[in-house]
């Protein structure tokens, strides 16, 4: 069936440096794509999103780039910082909107001081 | 916090009792949904609400669960006759319902199941 996956499980980078996050997409339906970053014992939080007619966008420290022709995803975090330790997760919508959420196991970045 | 609260934030049972969770979504969101997140795993899609309508529900959902949204604002999820592998944490979102609008989830239910 369709899936979203991650290359990496694991993530060390050290305090200010910057981090990339890489998701590989099946779908190629799929036209809204997410980060989500998810702290122990919480739930996912929203960071930022990408419609499938856009291959970047920046928010404040992140920039999402979508590679559609190799269904690739990428997460980018500048001058990473303690709070950024967490998991991070890629998840596609499906081609009308708005409707169920398909995750990828998700990657465990470590800031290290 | 998002908004969206769950209750309660753990529960433990022991196998063959039923359980019942709830949601309160983000007040004018008029969709909401319940997911399954397990160690170490991304969330995976149970159902979703449009108002009180449940318009998909996952091959997930065998026939111990059930959700409801009676009147198109909090959800409860029930599940009868736990089974150890119905240990996860069980999550809500809402969202506005257009078009490429985000789901803000709660902080989850963890369950366990003895």
């Known amino acids: 069936g369709e899936s979203v996956g991650l290359h990496l499980p694991t993530l060390s980078v050290q305090e200010g440096d910057n981090s990339i996050i890489n998701c590989a997409y099946s779908?190629?339906?799929?036209?809204?794509f997410i980060w989500y970053k998810q702290e122990s014992g919480k739930g996912p939080q929203f960071i930022i999103d990408?419609?499938?007619?856009?291959d970047k966008r920046q928010g404040q420290r992140v920039t999402v780039l979508l590679n559609k022709t190799v269904k690739h995803l990428s997460l980018q975090i500048a001058a990473t910082q303690p709070g950024d330790s967490a998991v991070y997760f890629c998840?596609?919508?499906?081609?009308?909107?708005?409707?169920?959420?398909?995750f990828g196991t998700g990657t465990r970045l470590t800031i290290i001081p | 916090d998002t908004g969206v609260s769950q209750d309660p934030r753990h529960k433990i049972t022991k196998r063959g009792q039923n359980v019942t969770f709830r949601c309160d979504p983000i007040?004018?969101?008029?969709?909401l949904y319940w997911y399954r997140q397990t160690l170490g795993q991304g969330p995976e899609f149970l159902t979703y609400?449009?108002?009180?309508?449940?318009?998909?529900k996952s091959r997930l959902l065998s026939d111990r669960f059930s959700a409801e949204r009676p009147k198109g604002s909090f959800s409860t999820l029930e599940i009868q006759r736990t089974e150890q592998g119905d240990s996860a944490m069980y999550l809500c979102?809402?969202?506005?319902?257009?078009?490429?609008?985000?789901?803000?989830f709660g902080p989850g239910t963890r369950l366990t199941v003895l």
């Open positions: 609400f449009q108002n009180e309508a449940q318009l998909e």
């Open positions: 007040s004018e969101h008029n969709r």
């Open positions: 979102a809402s969202s506005l319902g257009d078009i490429y609008n985000e789901q803000f």
């Open positions: 998840a596609e919508e499906g081609d009308f909107g708005n409707e169920k959420l398909t």
């Open positions: 779908n190629s339906a799929s036209d809204y």
């Open positions: 990408i419609r499938s007619n856009m």
